[in-house]
């Protein structure tokens, strides 16, 4: 098997020439789908490109969600591959179209449409988020080649190669790796307790078959990163990691389909990092939450990543349960928010918000270069509730809170919004945020809700 993929790579590796860029492709097993929609050529290559779709049974879904206008017919089109250096993508559509949207639009990437074909340029890898018309979206996963091969795998690997594998749940250890192939399709998700020095990588996918729950969850742990890989549709959260330390998810694509699929929920964890990743899940699309009292959570960086929030959802949120004594030092930085809609308990979803619903004291938050595409219910919302609204909780407190070039696309509220004298929100500034065209120098009453427990906005 080793001396058939490194051929296999080689061929590719030939067949391009250096000033082009190197373009490694895999094929799909046979028990999945393939596009009769789509086709796409990079640098001449052919791409094999997925159909995923929902199994869930919608009757058996909530009656929320069942009513939502988005979520039926979730049908995705996926090409995973791997490349470098200058691409050339052409894109052939088997059905008429007319309109064609390419994101995140701060790419830029002005696409040549003749006939059936759609041609672009990509400068290297990159995640796109394609829709043309009404069609079946189309998400265009371009990862970095690997810098290493199956002969450097350390002992200590589990190795997925290409091919369907049946295997439930994994069982972490500490001090291992586990290596999923480009092509791989491991059928269950992950648990880990206590585990340390753990990594999960490749360009494979864990597919959750709408039936394992919580795919990937990790408690009580540290040292563990998760790169490079697809983990899509879960029940429930898709990555649930409960009081660890020193976390790092690195260009994963997260994808969920049904009730509460939120794409990775860190809890009450702290040194938590994650980047250059895409997401598109029916829940928030990250969700910073302290279920546990006696938890701080603290240092959390989210950098680089798309997020589509489709149904139910924030791009990222704070929230709801807050019950710990401090969530603090986190920073949101260089993300695009494409999508955000949906009902919630607090009037609707935000592209990002903090719902302080529970006793911690919320502190010293980071939104810099942040990019909103699509309208928005709201676009930003700070708010103390009472506690209750997913427990019986005492109510806490936000401060210091800064947001830095905020792009928004949308006239839509922002919500500033405190529980009484005790528990209120202090010290929130805005530095250069535009909505539309139009920089926010002031507490306009067009566009800011603000209620009298809000002390200290200011306008840079």
Known sequence: MKCILMVFITLHLLSCSKKEGLVMTHSLPDEISES????LRVNGIKVPIEVLKPNMDMEK???WFRSAPYVHDQEIHIADFSAEGELSMELKISESFSEVNISPKSRQISPVIKEDRISFQLKGPDKLYIRIDSLPEFCLFVNPIEDKTTDTLLSNTRYFGPGIHRTGYLELKSNEDIYLAAGAYVLGGVRGNGVKDVRIYGRGVIEGEFKHRRM????????????????????????????????KFDGVKV?????SSDGINPLGSRNFEIKN??????????????????????NITV?????IGYAFSDGITI???????EIRNIQVKDCDILIARGGSRVDGHSAFSIICDGPAWIHDIVYENIRVEEPVRKLFELHVTDGTDYGINPPGRISDVYLKDVQWNSKRPIILSGYNSSHDIDNVTFEN?????TLLTSVDSTIFNINEFVSGVSFK
Do not use: H
Not at 277 to 298: G, H
């Open 36 to 39: 009769s929609l789509y086709s």
């Open 61 to 63: 879904q909530p009656e």
């Open 216 to 247: 990937v969850l990790i408690e009580n742990s540290s040292n563990i990163t998760i790169e490079g890989i697809s983990i899509r549709n879960g029940r429930g959260w898709t990555n649930t990691l409960t009081n660890c330390d020193d976390v």
């Open 255 to 259: 994808i969920g389909f049904g009730p």
């Open 277 to 298: 990743s895409f997401f598109r899940c029916t829940d928030d699309c990250i969700a910073i939450k302290s279920p546990d009292s006696t938890l701080i959570t603290e």
């Open 303 to 307: 950098t680089k990543n798309t997020m």
């Open 319 to 325: 929230g709801f349960e807050t019950n710990g004594p």
């Open 433 to 437: 945020c535009f909505i539309l065209d």
